[in-house]
């Protein structure tokens, strides 16, 4: 059973909906205990980092999710979800985050557009089961002011340019998280969501 984490913030129906037309058992959850029997855990996010990581801690998510994590099992964070699985954040002050990742999100230098809004495309660094059928330079949708550093390059699965490579894929193990919106993406995204559903 694939796990949506609802923590108050985020479009949480339209990656329910993309998991569901690929015919994946899914469910949208908004306490830690409606997971027990969860195989994949998505924390999808729509809002400021300082914001949501207050969430994802006032509802016991913070252990729920490393508790997951240490068991092998999968995890994807979308968007905000990305920015939460690293060390801390700059956005609006100084954020501790889960650390599931090191590094930090800082915002997009001066000179650039921000947020970023619209297609931009991926350049693949590191081939792993979640980009199984994706072309690399495949074009996927952001929305975003800041973005992540990461501190392990190995933990770079993908870049995108936008001033400046990004990564805007991270990884370790069965541990993802993707800047872009997925279930916004059409093919490509939709590939990448069943590719996360069939891992194990």
């Not at 990564?167 to 490509?188: D, L, N, Y």
Request: with cysteine.
């Amino acid at each position: 059973m694939i796990a949506v984490i609802d923590y108050g913030m985020g479009n949480l129906r339209s990656v329910e909906k993309a998991f569901e037309f690929l015919g994946c058992d899914v469910r949208i959850v908004d306490t830690p205990d409606q997971t027990t029997d969860a195989t994949h855990l998505v924390l999808p996010g729509d809002a400021a980092f300082g914001d949501a990581m207050s969430n994802v801690r006032d509802q016991g998510w913070e252990a729920r999710i490393h508790e997951h994590v240490a068991d092998g099992k999968a995890f994807l964070g979308i968007c905000v979800g990305l920015q939460l699985m690293f060390e801390e954040s700059a956005e609006l002050g100084f954020h501790r985050g889960l650390g599931l990742l090191r590094g930090r999100v800082v915002r997009f230098p001066a000179g650039e557009r921000v947020p970023q809004i619209g297609w931009n495309q991926i350049a693949i660094r590191r081939e792993v089961p979640l980009l199984d059928g994706v072309p690399d330079e495949s074009f996927f949708y952001f929305v975003h002011s800041y973005y992540v550093e990461t501190a392990n390059p190995d933990d770079c699965v993908a870049t995108t340019d936008y001033g400046l490579d990004y990564t805007s894929i991270a990884g370790a193990g069965r541990v993802f998280g993707v800047q872009f919106h997925p279930e916004k993406s059409q093919t490509h995204g939709l590939r990448l969501l069943d590719n996360f559903a069939r891992l194990n």
